[in-house]
Structure formats: C-alpha cells, structure tokens
C-alpha cells in the first residue's frame, strides 16, 4: 500500500454583505471492496473500487478528523462523496448505504466479503453510463455524515451497492492508486447562517450599515465622547446615544438610618426626639438646663416644653415644681400677698423677704 499525502483545505469566511460558502475537504482513511466469489479474499491493496451485480460492493470511510473540531450534525447544510470513474463494464445505477456495527468495524487491511458489517439506510440511486468514465460522480451523504457527527451512529463509512435490479459494471480510483491520485473524497457545506458559526466577528468583517445585535456580558468602553453626570446626579444607565442617564438620590431611596453625627448641630427638629446640651433662654426669660437626654428634648415657649426640668424648678409640663429661689428652699420663702406658716426654728436670715 503507498504513502499518500492527503491535501485538506478548510475556507471559513464571513462577510456580512457578500454571501459566501463555508466547506471542508477529507480524503478517506480506508478503502476497499469485497466480492462474494471470493468471500475471503482482501482489496485493500488493490488500485481500484468496484461496484459489480452480482455480489460486489466498495466501502470508503473518511477522515472526519480533517474536518474543524466541534462541528455539529446542525452545521452541516450538505456533505457529498466524490468519486471518480476509471472504467465502466456495463451501465446501470447503483446506491450508497450507511455502513452500521460499533465504530471500527472494518479496516480495508481485513475487510473480506465474509466479515462485512451490515448496512443501515441508502440513499437514493445514482445512474453510471460509458460517457461516466474519466469523470467525478457526487453522491450526496449528508444525513450519513450528520449523524456521524452528532455522534448518532459512529464513522464506519459508507457502502457502494448495485441498485436492486442493475446490470452495473463499475471501477472508481482507489487511494491506492498511482495513476492519478483521484481517490475519494469528502465535501461538506457549512450552514454559514450566523447563528450557526462560532468565535468572534472582528471589525474588518463588518461593513458599514444597520445591524439587528444582541450584546450580553459588560462592555468596557464605548466609542466616541460620551457625557457624564456632574455632581450631586449619579448615572443610572446610558442612552443610546452613549450619554449617562443621570438622577439625584432621594432619601426616600437610601436605606439604613442617620446617626447624630449627620444632623446639623444647634437645630431642634418639632418632628422628632432633640437632645440638647447647655442652656436655653425662653423668650420670657429664666433658664431651661437639660443635663442628660432625657431633660427638656425640644422646648417652643417659655412654658409650652416637653421632658424634664433641672435646677430651681423640677418637674415636666404641666406638673413643675419650684424647689429652690435665689439658692434658698422654698419652705422658706415669705410670700407678702398671703398668709405665711412659719416652722419652728426658722431664722430670720433664713426667710427672704
């Protein structure tokens, strides 16, 4: 059996405006025939494939190896096998079948009339006459290779059988073959739909024009000048004209609370619980100390307050108690519009007039 280099031309091309056609090329790993008058008899070696009635039948495999890794059943729009006819006995039609069993099942060093795997469907009849001689036949085997690849059967290859009924005499060039190097060979038509190609489209592949693009994942830049949002307004999304759509937060939209540390400081809020340090000054005089958080929160008048009173009068609204006046208990003071009951033991310099 000879060496044999095998040329694969694989031309993938995407062009948005000039509809193009995607294919791959495979020649065939293994190649023989089988004939029933010799049912142990091997044709691997032999230059020839022949297509006989009665009793013999060519099997081909190809090399799906040469074709891009992680092409689909679904990606394939057509796939055919080219044949070229070196000689023809008889005319008549014959069919190409789907050769079935577990992957492996034939080699053409061991392939015999006796130990041929059986057939799965055929394909449609294909008609050889004198004038086919010196000349390539197509057979189209695009459902066979479809499932190859979608892995629905394995790549045993195809069957070369007479149609029920032929007188067909027929030789094709083997890979063996040192005359002129026409063995078999495996063309297949990519769907080069958009959907259907993968990797990226780079910008020299698109022409200028309108184009229907879904975009998922994050870009990372955008071309052109774009406007951004000025303070206080944050972006909350970008118009398609590449501007930030921009919005002022409410407080009605941040959650969490505010701690005292946020608030402006010497403002008493009339809505809400104030905490006052120090001294207020009523506008009718006198003096309100609040000496913890809990002492005079808010204060409007002079006698209109909420909380607790500290120093010469105690107490909360409504319930105020004067303990002390000038420093001096308020047992002791000497009320001059009514009558006074004096405790016994009192000084003079006790009582203020």
Not at 27 to 54: F, K, M, Q, W
Not at 57 to 70: C, E, F
Not at 108 to 132: D, K
Request: hydrophobic share 35%.
């Amino acid at each position: 059996m000879r060496a044999t280099t095998f040329a694969y031309v694989v031309v993938v091309s995407l062009v948005i405006l000039v509809p193009s056609i995607c294919f791959g090329q495979a020649a065939a790993t293994d190649d023989s025939y089988v004939a029933s008058s010799a049912g142990t008899t091997n044709y691997g070696t032999s230059p020839s494939l022949e297509v006989i009635n009665p009793g013999v039948y060519t099997y081909i495999r190809p090399d799906l190896s040469r074709l891009p890794a992680g092409l689909t059943g679904t990606q394939v729009s057509k796939a055919t096998l080219r044949l070229f006819v070196t000689a023809v006995s008889a005319n008549g039609t014959f069919q190409a079948c789907e050769v079935g069993g577990s992957a492996g099942s034939w080699s053409e060093s061991t392939l015999t009339y006796n130990n041929r795997p059986a057939t799965l469907t055929c394909s449609s009849s294909y008609s050889i006459t004198s004038a086919s001689k010196n000349q390539y036949v197509d057979i189209d085997i695009t459902s066979f290779v479809q499932d190859w690849l979608n892995g629905t059967h394995p790549n045993n290859g195809v069957m070369l059988q007479p149609s029920s009924g032929s007188s067909i005499a027929v030789a094709f060039e083997s890979k063996e073959s040192t005359s002129t190097s026409h063995d078999a060979e495996l063309n297949v038509v990519y769907d080069n739909s958009l959907g259907q190609l993968t990797g990226q489209i780079g910008p020299s592949q698109v022409a200028p024009g309108t184009y229907g693009i879904n975009i998922s994942g994050s870009a990372m830049t955008l071309a052109g000048p774009t406007s951004q949002c000025s303070s206080p307004l944050f972006a909350t999304g970008i118009a398609s004209s590449g501007n930030a759509n921009c919005s002022q937060v409410q407080f009605s939209q941040l959650g969490g609370g505010i701690s005292l540390s946020q608030l402006p400081p010497n403002i008493v809020f009339s809505n809400q619980a104030s905490f006052i340090t120090g001294s207020l000054a009523p506008s009718g005089g006198g003096t309100i100390t609040a000496t913890s958080a809990a002492t005079a929160t808010t204060a409007g008048t002079s006698t209109n307050f909420t909380g607790n009173l500290s120093g010469d009068v105690t107490g909360s609204q409504g319930t105020t108690v004067v303990v002390s006046i000038g420093g001096k208990p308020a047992a002791n003071v000497v009320f001059t519009n009514q009558a006074n009951t004096y405790a016994a033991g009192n000084k003079q310099t006790d009582l203020l007039p």
